[in-house]
């Protein structure tokens, strides 16, 4: 199986929001999200729970628990490519609504115009 693309959505003006709220984790937090984004690198569509899960309108969600504390990085797929649009922790197993509408219109902006939105680590 080829390994998917991961990369992330990128603001026009150039910010990436799921870096910089990656950059403020928690050193083992950080080591478990940049290990379940090359999980869905390997894995692609197959990544299934507990690690991965859908949502809606095509978006699904990264799942990473630490000590208590769920992790969640939001993603779509776009041709062989995983866009990792939105992120958040939640104290609930729940990903709430407004994070996950928040991920569809960043989805919305980067189907319109995937190489502006585009940012590859």
């Known amino acids: 199986m080829p390994k998917t693309a991961v990369i992330f959505y990128m603001e026009t003006d150039g910010t990436v929001p799921v870096l910089d709220w990656l950059a403020e984790l928690p050193p083992k937090a950080l080591d478990k999200c940049r290990s379940k984004i090359e999980r869905l690198a390997e894995m692609g569509h197959e990544l299934r729970r507990p690690e991965a899960d859908f949502l809606r309108d095509k978006v699904y969600e990264l799942r990473v628990g630490l000590r208590g504390i769920n992790y969640r990085m ?6 062989n ?11 609930e197993s729940a990903v709430p609504t407004k994070e996950i509408d928040l991920a569809i ?11 502006k939105h585009s940012y590859e680590r």
């Open 81 to 91: 490519m995983a866009a990792v649009l939105a992120h958040g922790i939640v104290k």
């Open 74 to 79: 939001l993603y779509f797929f776009h041709g």
């Open 105 to 115: 219109e960043r989805k919305r902006k980067f189907e319109s115009n995937p190489k």
